[in-house]
């Protein structure tokens, strides 16, 4: 009887609900791994230039500077 | 608060985790990247209800599950049919035994009640607190926490019983997380 038992406890010391700690990391392994994998691929372009584009909330598109209030500082894009 | 560029980028570096969470959540790269610009556009939108301070992170991640919560049940069918779009979007492709494990995982993620998965992703993968994770989900920290732990068993039970050849004697297993050693 107890061959059985250790046999089974080697892998064990269940946690809550019944898993042991061992699936427990496995299952955090494979979620984290399987997120990052997306994290990793960093911003796609088409967000960068969607946040770059509502930089000037409201903006007049295309219209040309009138004001130039600014005689040389005009490196605003 | 007014978009500052600071918070701008915030925002941008926020971009890569939304989409992870919006991938597992929808098993779809196509309709997540969908959900991620949606989310930014109504973030930009709503921005001065932004409090400077609070948890630029969490604040999306609220929007965004919102959204899929509400896209979600228009589009139940199409989601599940896009099955397998998921692997598309790796741009590193894992061993052959790794990517087989990985599409066990991603499978069995799938047949998890929304809830538990969404609960499951925010604690477990986007490193989220349990408090930070109810109030994404507007729920009581406790049903964050039984959500994350039904979830794990599922999994486990998923994955580790009944394609458990490459993981143990079955019965060993099937033991362990019946916890039926006495």
């Known amino acids: ?77 | 608060m007014p978009l500052t560029d600071s918070l701008r980028n915030d925002i941008l570096a926020s971009v890569p985790s939304l989409r992870a969470f919006a991938i597992s959540l929808s098993g779809n790269a196509d309709r997540a990247d969908d959900l991620v610009q949606e989310t930014l556009l109504r973030a930009l939108a709503n921005i001065d209800s932004f409090q400077p301070g609070s948890n630029l992170p969490a604040w999306l991640f609220t929007i965004l599950r919102n959204l899929f919560r509400s896209d979600y049940r228009k589009r139940r069918r199409e989601v599940e049919d896009a099955e397998g779009n998921y692997a598309k979007t790796l741009k590193t492709q894992p061993s052959q035994n790794a990517h087989l494990e990985f599409e066990e995982f991603r499978t069995a993620l799938e047949k998890l009640p929304q809830d538990q998965r969404e609960a499951l992703i925010l604690v477990g993968a986007s490193g989220f607190s349990y408090e930070d994770a109810a109030s994404i989900c507007g729920c009581a920290v406790g049903t964050i926490k039984s959500r994350v732990n039904r979830a794990r068993s599922k999994l486990a039970a998923l994955l580790y019983v009944d394609g458990a050849e490459d993981f143990g004697p079955d019965e060993t297993i099937r033991a362990v997380i019946g916890g039926s050693g006495g």
């Open chain 1, 1 to 77: 009887m107890k061959d059985l038992k250790s046999q089974a406890s080697r892998s064990t010391t269940p946690g809550k609900g019944g898993l042991t700690p061992e699936i427990q990391s496995r299952i955090g392994h494979q979620l984290r791994a399987m997120y990052d994998d997306v994290v990793r691929q960093g911003v796609p372009d088409r967000f960068a230039e969607l946040i770059k584009k509502l930089d000037a909330p409201g903006a007049t598109p295309q219209l040309g500077e009138e004001g130039g209030s600014n005689d040389n500082t005009n490196g605003r894009d």
